[in-house]
């Protein structure tokens, strides 16, 4: 079974910095997807980026981009320039490429909790 | 705009008493999920729906039930809720499984209170 392990509960960066925050997971699958969602308080959670194992490029949007290294497993999300806005809970997942029905579910890791500091 | 539904968004109920979640989609995915989030934890799947076919995860307690009558609802049965099952249930979809279109969007949640 996969596991995705993020080992910072809390984090927190001054507005206009950068910030990074770890991610790393366990697999015997080549190929897979991964994914940062975020959760602001009270609020629903959404997805902030994506990356498939197959592509060597980084995805990026926006202020948001990640540093994937597939054999290392590590799968870190930077944000540049960060907004109040971005203060949330943070969870990296993980998803099978599998198309055998009851794979298509996600593995999330504990979440990092991410303050901005005016 | 296309979106996830909860309703209703806060649930109060009292321990024993039988409780119902609903969720609605209107983007016509394949996959719908339920799960449920104790306080800074991460969701957990109950279980899914993949059309018509039903996924339940092994550790999801007998309490917990579902139903998907059509394809834009799904509902999220707790027969008999205890203290424990207090949380925030998250309601989910997806399209199919082609590659690259496969994220999750979710539904704002329902907080239950169990009494």
């Known amino acids: 079974a996969q596991t995705v392990t993020q080992s910072q509960p809390e984090m927190s960066v001054q507005e206009a910095e950068t910030v990074t925050l770890s991610c790393t997971y366990d697999?015997?699958?080549?190929?897979?997807?991964l994914f940062w969602y975020k959760q602001p308080p009270s609020r629903q959670m959404i997805l902030v980026i994506r990356?498939?194992?197959?592509?060597?490029q980084n995805a990026t949007e926006n202020r948001f981009s990640v540093n994937f290294q597939k054999a290392a497993k590590s799968f870190s999300l930077k944000i540049s320039d960060s907004q109040l806005g971005d203060a949330a809970m943070y969870f990296c997942?993980?998803?099978?490429?599998?198309?055998?029905?009851?794979?298509?579910?996600?593995?999330f890791g504990t979440g990092t909790r991410l303050t901005i500091i005016p | 705009d296309a979106m996830v539904i909860q309703n209703p968004r806060y649930q109060v109920t009292q321990f024993g008493k039988p409780v119902t979640l609903s969720c609605s989609q209107t983007?016509?995915?394949?996959?719908m999920y339920w799960y449920q989030q104790k306080s800074s934890q991460a969701p957990k799947l109950l279980f899914h729906?993949?059309?018509?076919?039903?996924?339940n995860e092994a550790d999801t307690p007998d309490n917990f039930q579902s139903r998907r009558p059509n394809t834009s609802f799904c509902f999220l049965d707790i027969r008999s809720p205890g203290l424990g099952d207090a949380a925030m249930y998250l309601c989910?979809?997806?399209?199919?499984?082609?590659?690259?279109?496969?994220?999750?969007?979710f539904g704002p949640g329902t907080r239950l209170t169990v009494l």
């Open positions: 989910a979809t997806s399209r199919d499984l082609k590659r690259g279109r496969n994220e999750q969007f």
């Open positions: 983007l016509n995915h394949n996959v």
């Open positions: 997942a993980y998803r099978s490429p599998s198309t055998n029905f009851g794979n298509e579910k996600l593995t």
């Open positions: 697999t015997s699958e080549s190929d897979y997807y």
């Open positions: 729906y993949y059309d018509k076919d039903f996924n």
């Open positions: 990356q498939e194992a197959y592509k060597q």
